[in-house]
């Protein structure tokens, strides 16, 4: 009887872990997992067999493709995002159109404690005739989608502040800024661009910062405000523009340069690394102690996935 009693037990507390919306399979607590991991945003992919790998002259055509979204932007359904298809002769695919248009849904979230694999889209592309130049007997075409979308990385590094590295009273310190300053280095932060590195050092006034961040993915980087030319509009001075905001719990006012707005944008080298040096004022207190360093960047980023088709003319 005590047997089936602590069977019975050992039961109800299994089917409640695995039931809970609060843990995952593994039995992890779903609020403790860091979501602001990994280097990708949105991830494009062809459905199976649309578009074939062959197609035939007088055919219609369907091209679907599946938008997953593996970053950490946005928690809400904001989601700002067009695509675009192209690569290919009009003249070949003739009367193609986006099935409900091609704006990306508002709803596609990123990832986050209430969408663990975060948001999940299809969308088609319908051609109503496909045909061959000059009815030659046999065309390649290599067919385009791209995904053009805001997107956004913040960063939170925990930072030492310390007013007055330099002071002669030997006080017991939470942390420490030596004379050559201190390094920061970071890793992912769910988001196609990353903050990378941060080096950090201490004037007579002013607390300093210079900020690195990189392209980690790969696609390409343009301007925030850019919408309806991306990316078959886009020109030299909208590629590679970073808008950042750097501020510390004491002070959200920096001096940085580049700015980081509209005007004076982070520019990125052609290795896609770019740096934003700011300056804070020091606090009021005198001792030292440790916060938290809030950077984050704005941009458009561009992402695209193609296939190769053959046309063939049974006609000839």
């Known amino acids: 009887m005590r047997f089936r009693v602590i069977l019975a037990i050992l039961l109800i507390s299994l089917t409640v872990i695995s039931c809970s919306p609060n843990r995952n399979r593994e039995g992890e607590r779903i609020s403790d997992r860091d979501y602001r991991q990994g280097t990708k945003g949105l991830e494009l992919e062809f459905m199976r067999n649309a578009p074939p790998d062959r197609v035939y002259s007088g055919d219609d055509m369907n091209l679907i493709v599946e938008i997953r979204n593996l970053g950490a932007y946005p928690t809400t359904d904001s989601f700002d995002g067009r695509l675009e298809v192209y690569g290919y002769d009009e003249k070949v695919f003739q009367g193609e159109r986006w099935n409900g248009g091609p704006f990306i849904s508002p709803t596609l979230q990123g990832r986050s404690q209430f969408s663990p694999e975060g948001g999940r889209e299809n969308k088609e592309f319908h051609v109503d ?154 606090p009021p207190s005198k001792s030292a102690f440790e916060t938290v360093l809030q950077i984050t960047l704005d941009y458009r980023y561009v992402d695209e996935v193609y296939k190769d088709i053959e046309v063939i003319n049974i006609d000839r």
């Open 129 to 282: 005739k496909v045909t061959t130049p000059f009815g030659s007997e046999a065309f390649k075409q290599r067919i385009i989608v791209a995904a053009c979308y805001k997107y956004k990385t913040i960063a939170q590094p925990l930072v030492c502040i310390d007013p007055e590295p330099q002071s002669v009273f030997d006080e017991s310190k939470v942390c420490t800024v030596d004379r050559n300053g201190k390094t920061y280095a970071l890793g992912s932060q769910g988001a196609p661009v990353a903050v990378t590195r941060v080096e950090e050092e201490i004037s007579s006034s002013n607390i300093h910062f210079s900020i690195e961040i990189k392209n980690v993915g790969r696609g390409k980087v343009v301007d925030e405000n850019v919408r309806k030319e991306c990316p078959l509009g886009l020109d030299f001075n909208d590629v590679d523009r970073v808008m950042a905001s750097v501020k510390l719990p004491y002070d959200s006012s920096p001096k940085c340069q580049p700015k980081g707005d509209y005007t004076d944008p982070i520019r990125l080298d052609e290795s896609g690394r770019g740096t934003i040096f700011c300056t804070f004022k020091k």
